[in-house]
Structures are given as C-alpha cells and as structure tokens.
C-alpha cells in the first residue's frame, strides 16, 4: 500500500466523499441558497447522466455537487483525476509541468494546462475560498493598459482590441484582491459569482456556514 492506493485516487464515489468532507464539514450546504439540513443525496447514474456527488436542496428544490464554488466548478474531469493532478503537483518541490500532468494523467495537453493553472491559482492565493463566500461583497472591475503581445496590428490604430485587458476582483469586506492580465484567462468561475447569504427562510436551522 502507498500513498497512491488510496481510494479517492481512484474511486470517483470516494473522491467525491474526500473533497465533500474537506469543504463541508459540517454536512452539505446549498450552493443555491445556503440552508443545510434538508438535502438529499441523488445516486448517481452515468446512463441517465446522473453526476457524482449530485445533491436536491429541499429548499430550494435546485441541484447542485460540491464542485460549485471551487477550482473544481464547471469541470468534467472526473474528480479522481483532479485529486491525482492536485497531489502531483503538491508533492513535487520543484512543481509538475502541464506536460508532465498531461502523460502522466492520460488527459489532453489542453485538460492538463487547464488543471494546472486552476490548482497553481488556487495554491497562489494560499485558500481555496471563492470570491463571495458567505454572501460578501465582490466588485468586479476591468480597464484597457499597455499593449497585448498577442493582439494582431490594428489598421486604423483606433480602439482598444490590442491593449492589454485587465479583470480585478475586490473583495469589499476582506480586502482581497485578484487580478488577470486577460478576460478569457481562466479564473476560477466561482470568483465571477457572489452566492446569496444564507436566507432566513430556510426550513432547517444553519448548522454550518
Ligand atoms: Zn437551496
């Protein structure tokens, strides 16, 4: 046995446990509305496209995974691909390269830069906590600088389709910021949402934040 035969390395269900006990704790928590206490579990049917870990908010009535809200939202990949990419890339003092992701994972060039960058943004900014949580304030703000490197010559030398884009996120209440030298970089989708506090219309008292 090693490191590597874990089952959440290799187990989606598992995975899926593992990542659900590290960001609720306390038991599921609706990334619609917030409320705990009245969700049910809905089993998963790869035939019927039923996904793993998909949950039923009795409050709410919407469906949501433990994805929502992490590096993990909007993402295919199979969760046990994402904790295999996640352990390579903290285990390894002199980091793993996109390439590197992409053989050792047997995923696309493209699936393997994509993890790379999300799990580095995540690693960079020290939490794994989206902009938002908890129903704070995000500001969003973008501006034109410089010039873009990649932009192809304007012939009249007018408009703003070759300068730089800039994206910032400010957090009002913790100050927290993140930026991006460009708008189709890929932040982390949860930073673009700003989930509603917690309601007091919840049917079941809030047991986890
Ligand atoms: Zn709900």
């Known amino acids: 046995m090693s490191v590597l035969s874990r089952p959440y390395f290799h187990n989606e269900q598992a995975a899926f446990d593992f990542v ?14 917030g409320c705990t206490g009245r969700i ?9 496209r039923v996904r793993y870990g998909l949950k039923k908010c009795g409050d709410c009535k919407g469906q949501f995974t433990v994805r929502m809200g992490t590096i993990f939202e909007e993402s295919k990949l199979p969760m ?21 992701l992409h053989r050792t994972l047997e995923v696309t060039y493209k699936t ?3 993890l790379a960058h999300r799990i580095r943004e995540a690693m960079r900014s020290g939490d794994l906590d989206p902009f938002g949580r908890g129903g704070a304030t995000v500001e ?11 932009a192809t010559p304007s012939k009249t030398g007018k408009g703003f ?36 506090a917690p309601p007091a219309r919840c049917k079941a008292p809030l047991g986890s934040g």
Do not use: Y
């Open 20 to 33: 659900e006990a590290i960001i609720w704790p306390k038991g599921p928590v609706c990334s619609h509305c």
């Open 40 to 48: 049910s579990a809905i089993k998963p049917n790869p035939e019927k």
């Open 80 to 100: 046990t691909k994402w904790l295999q990419a996640i352990f390579l890339m903290t285990a390894s003092k002199k980091g793993v390269s996109a390439h590197q």
């Open 112 to 114: 393997a830069w994509f």
């Open 140 to 150: 969003v703000d973008e501006t034109f600088i410089g010039r873009d490197p990649d």
């Open 161 to 196: 389709h070759h300068k730089m884009k800039v994206v910032s996120l400010i957090e009002r209440e913790s100050g927290r910021a993140w930026s991006s030298t460009s708008a189709t970089a890929t932040a982390p989708r949860s930073a673009w949402t700003t989930p509603r």
